[in-house]
Every structure is written in C-alpha cells, then in structure tokens.
C-alpha cells in the first residue's frame, strides 16, 4: 500500500499564508504519530507561480490541490526548487496542463533530470542562478541559495511584495500534523537541527563566520512568513529561532541518523502485526 495513502494520515488543504501566496501542504507518515510533510506553494498574483511540483506519492492529492487555488490555464510560472524526485512529483502534470507556464530552472536541474526523466521542453524554460530574479507582472521574484540544502541545484524564492519566502528543504522538522510552526511546541521545533543535519551533513566541516555571513544574508532579505518542503510555516520568534539553528550547526558535529536497531524494531513490529 502507498504509505501516503493510509487513513490514519491527517487531512491538510491548501491555505493562505501570505498575500497571495498559499501552501499546498501534503503529509507521510514519518512514526511515532508524527508526519514528513511535502509542500509546495502557489503565489497567486497577474501571473500566477506553482512553487515546486510536491513528491510523486502524493501527485493525485498535489495536483487536486494545486487547481482547486489556481486554474491551469491562468498560471504562468512554474518554478522548480531542484530536480529531487521530491520537489518533481507533478512537474510534467503541470507543464502539460499549464499550456502558458515557463519554467524556472537551471542548467544543472536539466542534467541531471535527463537520466531519469523525459525531456523538458527546452523552448519553455528559463535558467536563473541564485542572485537572480523573474517579473512575474505584479512583483519580482529574487532567487537565492538556501543555508540548507541536499541537492547542488537548489534555489529559494523569494517574494518582496508579500515578503513570503520558500526555503526548500531548509527548516525541515517532522510534525504532529500542523503545518503552522504557531500551533507545535518548542520541543517539535527544536528537533529541526536533527532533520536539518540529515539533509545537509556538510555543516560539520563548515567555517562558522562565513556560513554565518550566508545565514545572515538569507535573513536580511527580510521574509516575514517562510514556507518549506518539509517543515512547518515560520514567522517572528519561530523564525529567529530556525535561522539560530541552523548557524549552529556550522562547524558542528553530525546528528546520527536511525540505524540498525530501528530497523530490527520496524522489522519486529511488522511480524508481531502480521501475526495478530
Ligand atoms: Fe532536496
Ligand atoms: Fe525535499
């Protein structure tokens, strides 16, 4: 059974978290009674922007979501984090039914989905490097290098007008099952450099002052509302918060991930289950 698809999985909608900007939120079960999410996000301006594609478990809910906030027709943006499978679930879906969108990407995206995908129409793409921007017709889109990332090609969004920002696959934190950091306890939240380790283990080997300095300049673009693939919506003190931990890992040494002794258990409980 597709994990993604078992009833115990808590409903989640699209919803508004910004002027014009909603997050199409999708969870999987993560154990425990707590939830990976798998977001992505419209900016619903003169010219509409799908922000990321979501993962390929939850296509069928990502695409019902997406187009219950936008009308295919009417978006002009599709905007492509990086080529993870997670972040391209509906990326064809969504050039298919989105007959005017270009597609904001990059060279090395495009190289490196040619080994597992079919060819993207070249014709409709733009290639935008971090410090780089697009006129979406009401506001200018800046992108930028997220201080997390696990994929080289990375890029962040981020939206002036609204000061709505998308981080990607920073600020990553499993949840109980909100997906706005307002309603989850600080001991959820302060799980985050766990998740934040895994995805970028290269933090152990980093100089603290210039990845301070990285960190710094993401903060002063000034968002005041930040949404990511696989965390929980973060404004004011939460914000601060997330953006003091990941400075902190600089330099600092990895969190070891689950080995062995979860899978023995996962392993045990799954024959103690098929047995009852
Ligand atoms: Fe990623
Ligand atoms: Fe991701």
Redesign the pocket.
Known sequence: MNPAHTTDVPDTEPHRIAADTWLIPNLAPAGDGLYLPANSMVIRGREPVIVDTGAPVHREQWLDKVFSVVEPEDVRWIFLS?D?G??TGGLFDALERCPRATLVTNFFSVERLALEKPALPLHRMRWIEPGGSFDAGDRVLHLFRPPI???PT?RGLFDPKSQAMWI??TFACLTPGSLDAADLHDDVLAQMPAMNSA?SPWHAWLDRATYTRHVDAVEALGARTVAS?HGPVLRGRQLDDAFDRVRGLAGAPIIPTPGQELLDTLIGTTLLEATA
């Open positions: 990086h993870d997670d972040h990332f696990d994929g990375t990607v696959d995805v693939a």
